[in-house]
């Protein structure tokens, strides 16, 4: 893999570091009036999800992490784990459920999913940016029932809850941004 100087070091790039993959999310190049330039990077931990703040010296390199993401379509969850699956090699992954973690809430039958691998084993689950789900539960809007916030919690058909306006009515599709768990709109 190719060796990035901190210097090189920008949000999204991939790189190895105390022999695990990390996900870079910020990175400041800082010359003080004094003394050698350094980097301050926020990075994300790929296999725990943990963030870590580094100070990088700009002399200091990182090779970059041998990980690809890939599309694959969520197929099922045997209890133990999520199986899914290549759409053109039609390959099977199965990956574990603290792998998933937050995502499970969000997966759907067919969802197309961006799932990291480092060395062919899936270590990260992104669901769909968006999806569209069934409100299964929710309180009746009351009318004149808008003192306060104007949302009420419902729970979707993929078992995630989300704040709805108070016009959303059980059996109704909605559109949620699963990237903030935040209500779109109403789906037609």
Not at 4 to 19: A, T, V
Not at 79 to 95: A, C, I, K, L, W
Request: hydrophobic residues 35%.
């Amino acid at each position: 893999m190719a060796t990035y100087s901190s210097n090189d070091f920008r949000p999204g790039l991939k790189i190895m570091f105390e022999g695990e993959p990390y996900a870079i999310e910020s990175s400041e190049f800082v010359k003080p009036g004094k003394g050698q330039a350094f980097a301050r990077v926020k990075m994300r931990r790929l296999l725990t999800g943990s963030r870590v703040e580094k100070t990088f010296k700009s002399t200091d390199s990182a090779e970059g992490a041998d990980v690809v993401d890939t599309n694959l379509n969520y197929l099922y969850n045997d209890g133990e784990f999520y199986h899914f699956m290549h759409p053109e090699s039609f390959e099977q992954f199965p990956v574990e459920e603290k792998t998933v973690s937050d995502a499970a809430k969000w997966l759907q039958d067919n969802a197309e999913c961006i799932v990291t691998l480092w060395n062919g084993r899936p270590i990260a689950v992104q669901p769909p940016n968006f999806i569209e789900a069934e409100v299964v539960e929710t309180d009746p809007g009351l009318k004149g029932d808008t003192a306060g916030t104007g949302g009420k919690p419902a729970k979707l058909s993929t078992g995630a809850v989300v704040k709805v306006p108070l016009f959303v009515q059980e059996g109704e599709v909605v559109k949620v941004d699963t990237r903030s768990g935040e209500y779109v709109s109403r789906v037609k």
